[in-house]
Nanobody, 122 residues
């Protein structure tokens, strides 16, 4: 399996939490991975990324302190989202990077999942 598959989206009230998961196959353990999101009528924006071994993470300013990205040492990545706000409503995409380290540039990620909807109600 090369293409990532997301799960865990849903609807939650503001202030609540959700945990997204992404699996990208056994061979993804050497690759960085990232989360992006796209709200209606907006472009795709970076949320967080994690290096191949989990030792380096990066976050968008809009989610820093509320979201946490992790991976299990293999092919599964997680995004723990706390203190959710209505403006976090979007389709969340998991992406697998070409290299061992990656940031916010979408061109670093050749493999993308289909996305999972996250809706935060006020």
């Amino acid at each position: 399996q090369v293409w990532p598959v997301e799960s865990g989206g849903g609807s939650v009230q503001a202030g609540g939490s959700l945990r997204l998961s992404c699996t990208a196959g056994r061979t993804s353990s050497d690759n960085a991975m990232g989360w992006f999101r796209q709200a209606p009528s907006k472009g795709r924006e970076f949320v967080a990324s994690i290096s191949w071994n989990g030792g380096r993470t990066s976050y968008a300013d809009t989610v820093k302190g509320r979201f946490s990205v992790s991976r299990d040492g293999g092919s599964t990545m997680y995004l723990q989202m706390n203190s959710l706000k209505p403006e976090d409503t979007a389709v969340y995409y998991c992406a697998r990077a070409r290299g061992s380290y990656a940031g916010s540039d979408t061109s670093q990620y050749p493999y993308w999942g289909q996305g999972t909807q996250v809706t935060v109600t006020s």
